[in-house]
């Protein structure tokens, strides 16, 4: 945040002072656990919309002094768009796959409870890592196959920096 603090405006050309991520994106950034570009005019961008990948989903966790994740390969679906259920997945497993009742029924209306990651999603919403989506009615919905942004990602590895115990750098 001393960025902020020196700068008084968004370093970000593409992320404003609003924007509903703003403080867990400047954070995670200023530790060097997201990445930033520069264009060709100089700015500094974050590409918030941009889709993650499997491997930097990895190398955001190893930038938090996270283990690597049980039986996950560090080569596996390097290049490969990171879907909601697989980042539920390895934040699990990161955290250790901590001791979790998962409920008799799904707390999303989208997961059904036989889904293969229906507990690490279960953990997430029960965590508060996610809440996933208000609907109109009825329960949120979680979205396990939408791949994941940057600006989402910064806001779950906050959370999950709090929820995990992590001493943020």
């Known amino acids: 945040m001393e960025r902020l603090r020196r700068l008084g405006t968004s370093p970000f050309a593409d992320v404003s002072r609003?924007?509903?991520?703003?403080e867990e994106i400047l954070g995670l950034t200023e530790r060097g656990v997201l990445p930033t570009v520069t264009d060709d005019s100089g700015r500094?961008?974050?590409?918030?919309?941009?889709?993650?990948?499997?491997?930097?989903?990895?190398?955001?966790?190893?930038?938090?002094?996270?283990p690597p994740a049980r039986g996950r390969s560090e080569t596996d679906g390097e290049d490969r768009p990171l879907e909601r259920a697989s980042l539920a997945a390895h934040l699990y497993d990161t955290a250790g796959r901590p001791p979790?009742?998962?409920?008799?029924?799904?707390p999303f209306r989208d997961v059904d409870t036989?889904?293969?990651?229906?507990?690490?999603?279960?953990?997430l919403r029960d965590t508060g890592i996610s809440k996933g989506w208000d609907e109109d009615r009825g329960l949120p919905t979680?979205?396990?196959?939408?791949?994941?942004?940057?600006e989402a990602?910064?806001?779950f590895l906050s959370r999950y920096e709090n929820t995990a115990?992590?001493?943020?750098r």
């Open 18 to 22: 609003d924007h509903l991520f703003f």
């Open 44 to 66: 500094e961008l974050f590409r918030p919309a941009d889709t993650v990948t499997e491997g930097e989903l990895r190398a955001a966790l190893a930038a938090l002094g996270s």
């Open 100 to 106: 979790f009742t998962a409920p008799r029924t799904s």
């Open 114 to 123: 036989a889904h293969r990651d229906f507990r690490a999603i279960a953990w």
């Open 142 to 150: 979680f979205r396990p196959e939408a791949e994941v942004t940057r």
């Open 153 to 155: 990602l910064a806001a």
């Open 165 to 168: 115990g992590i001493s943020p």
